[in-house]
C-alpha cells in the first residue's frame, strides 16, 4: 500500500488542484529486497502534463530514523512532465541483518515544484504562492537467503487467533512481516485508525472490541501488493 502525506508550506490553496492526477506514480507498492541482491529498483513517472516536479528521495527506519543500510539514488531529481526516472535502492555490504527474519524500512518519494527559474510553468500551474509536498511511501523488506523460499506464500495460514473477550489477539508466528487488510469482526468491518495493521515476525497485534467476537476474517497483503484468499476463523 502507498501513503500519501502532504504538507501545505503556504496556505491558501485547495487540495484539489494536487488531487486530480498531478501527482506522481510509483510501479510497485511495496519493495522486497532478498540477501542475493545488489539492488533493487522501483519507476518514479509524474502523471501530469504541466507541472515540472523536483524528486527528493530516501529510506528510513520504519520509526523514522535516517541512518539505514541502503543508499538509493538518485537521491534528488528533476521530473518533468509525463517523465519518469528509475531510482535504485543498493544496499551497504557493511550492514548485518538479522537472519532469522524480515526487516522492513520506509522508501519516501517527496515532490515539490522547482524553487528555480526552469519551474515558472509548475509554479503557475500551482499559483497562489504556496508550495505543496506530496509524499509518497512504500515499506521495504528485506528478506534473508534463508527465507527466500515458498514459505511465504502460506505464511498468513500460519496466523493464530485467540479470543480475549474485549480483544482478539493475533499471533504471528513465522519470520514474515503480516499485513491485514479487510478484516471483518462478525461480519462487520474492523476500523481503528489508531492500529498499525502490520505484524512483525513473531510478534502478535490486539484489536479491541466492543462485545466477545464470535468470528473473524481477513486476508494479508502478499509481495505483489496483492491479497491473499480469505481466512475465516469461528471462535
Known amino acids: 500500500m502507498i501513503k500519501f502525506f502532504i504538507v501545505l508550506i503556504f496556505s491558501g490553496m485547495s487540495l484539489t488542484a494536487i488531487a486530480d492526477n498531478r501527482g506522481i506514480v510509483l510501479d510497485k507498492t511495496r519493495v522486497i529486497f532478498t540477501e542475493s541482491?545488489?539492488?533493487?529498483?522501483?519507476?518514479?513517472?509524474?502523471?501530469?502534463?504541466?507541472?515540472?516536479?523536483?524528486?527528493?528521495?530516501?529510506i528510513e527506519t520504519y520509526d523514522g530514523k535516517k541512518d539505514t543500510p541502503f543508499i538509493i539514488t538518485p537521491p534528488l531529481y528533476r521530473l518533468d512532465e509525463g517523465g519518469s526516472i528509475q531510482l535504485r535502492i543498493n544496499r551497504k555490504n557493511s550492514f548485518n541483518f538479522p537472519d532469522d527474519r524480515?526487516?522492513?524500512?520506509?522508501?519516501?518519494?517527496?515532490?515539490?515544484?522547482?524553487?528555480?527559474?526552469?519551474?515558472?510553468?509548475?509554479?503557475?500551474?500551482?499559483?497562489?504562492?504556496?508550495?505543496?509536498?506530496?509524499n509518497s511511501r512504500i515499506k521495504v523488506f528485506y528478506r534473508p537467503v534463508l527465507l527466500n523460499n515458498g514459505?511465504?506464500?502460506?505464511?498468513?495460514?500460519?496466523?493464530?487467533?485467540?479470543?480475549?473477550h474485549k480483544y482478539i489477539k493475533i499471533n504471528n508466528p513465522t519470520p514474515?512481516?503480516?499485513?491485514?487488510?479487510?478484516?471483518?469482526?462478525?461480519?462487520?468491518?474492523?476500523?481503528?485508525?489508531?492500529?498499525?495493521?502490520?505484524?512483525p515476525p513473531f510478534d502478535s497485534l490486539k484489536l479491541d472490541v466492543n462485545n466477545p467476537p464470535k468470528k473473524i476474517s481477513l486476508s494479508t497483503i502478499n509481495d505483489f501488493g496483492g491479497l491473499t484468499a480469505e481466512r475465516v476463523f469461528i471462535f
Open 102 to 134: 524480515e526487516s522492513v524500512y520506509l522508501l519516501n518519494a517527496l515532490i515539490i515544484p522547482p524553487a528555480d527559474s526552469d519551474g515558472t510553468k509548475s509554479s503557475e500551474n500551482l499559483s497562489g504562492g504556496v508550495q505543496i509536498s506530496i
Open 37 to 58: 541482491q545488489k539492488n533493487a529498483s522501483v519507476t518514479v513517472t509524474n502523471k501530469s502534463q504541466q507541472n515540472v516536479w523536483l524528486l527528493r528521495s530516501w
Open 176 to 199: 514474515f512481516f503480516q499485513t491485514l487488510s479487510n478484516v471483518l469482526i462478525d461480519n462487520v468491518k474492523y476500523t481503528n485508525n489508531s492500529v498499525d495493521y502490520m505484524i
Open 151 to 164: 514459505d511465504v506464500k502460506v505464511a498468513h495460514e500460519k496466523l493464530q487467533f485467540s479470543n480475549h
